[in-house]
């Protein structure tokens, strides 16, 4: 990599970029000039400012331990092996991108040799309630008290807490394994509170899952996890959080479930009990591709979880799995449930859900999740080009059964969710364009 100047970020490097009140400017405090590559080799403890006409090089794990990272739209952050972006529970992101300047966050190498676990990710940290104590977040070594989140003991916390801003970026190659169930996600959302927000974020072809959500209440909209090699949403711990606007594609032979959900291995009932709502979400699975178990949702070890106005399609195993006896309770009980959705070849057929003979107590998810007080059917929702993997297109066509409003329901008003009457996570605007990439490597 041709670089004319470059340094290494120190702690408050750029938090001088404010400068210019009148007082006289230390030499140590210069901002570095525009246009510029710079290695951030160094943990960050005070507001600083990455500036777009920059790029960053991270060369560690770098920790923001205090005050707000502020990463300006456009700004392109490159992750070397072994490294990541962890915003701890006592600082705050804010990185907000435009359609028209995305922020990226990708691997360092050359474009044509990037490829999944090339790099890290990005952790958000936070404060809110886990149905445990403090956690370390995984894929590191335990130990480093950066590395946890939570309030302290088990259903304690701040669900409000504000990890900061994530709007319009793409996360690419990165998912880095450091050992056997140790691996960074793209993007990790760990105890993250309601006043957090994440908005248009872009997970792409990543080794683990594109986006794992730890505890906390933090809402979601507009997600696109492209090609996660493992999961596309993976929820414990409690997550309480609102999504709208989810979509999920898997490759020809990559990824395993659309989504996985715990609330806790260990306990199952542990509270506050893993319990989202989504409104609005589409997953494609991989079709017959590949070795690794392919379906659509895998909902077990006690989660609950409203979700409603759902496209699931393509999965070469199995749609719905409601694992395990205390998930298959809370499907009885109301408290987790799947309405107002399509299903479309789904282990070969268009007709019926396929079989899940999992220890769940007897639940009989086929029939089940398609009896008609739960306005689910079959239909082919007709979408452009959902398999296409270097330029998908998730909009329905006009003769498409999710844009018939019998078929869908109207999300609450409640402040985040938006009236979108209509299956699957777009109707007839295209929110992902202007913003996202599909490359290759």
Sequence with gaps: MKQLWKKSLVVGLAAVSAAGCGEPKDDNTTPPPQGQTIEVAANITADTTWESANTYVLKQHVFVEGGTLTIQPGTKVLGETGTSLVITRNAKINAVGTKDKPIVFTSSKEPGQRKSSDWGGVILLGKAKLNVPDQFIEGFPTGDERLKYGGGEANVGDDTHDCGKLKYARIEFAGFKIATDKEINSLTLGACGTKTEVEYIQTLRGSDDGVEVFGGTVNLKHILVSLAEDDGLDWDFGYRGKVQYLIVQQGPEIGNNGIEADNYEKGNDNLPRSAPEIWNATFI????????????????????GKLNNVIVQDFADGAIDINGTSSAQQFRDGALSIKNSLFWNLKGSNTALPAETDNDGGLDEAAE?????????????????????KAPNFKPQAESAALLTTNAAVPPTDGFFEKAQFVGAMGTDDWTAGWTAFPEN
């Design 369 to 389: 999740l398609t009896a008609s007080s739960t306005n689910n059917r079959f239909a082919d929702p007709k979408l452009a080009a959902a398999a296409n993997v």
């Design 285 to 304: 699975g991989r079709g017959a591709g590949g070795v690794e178990k392919s379906i659509g949702m895998t909902l077990r070890r006690g989660t609950a």
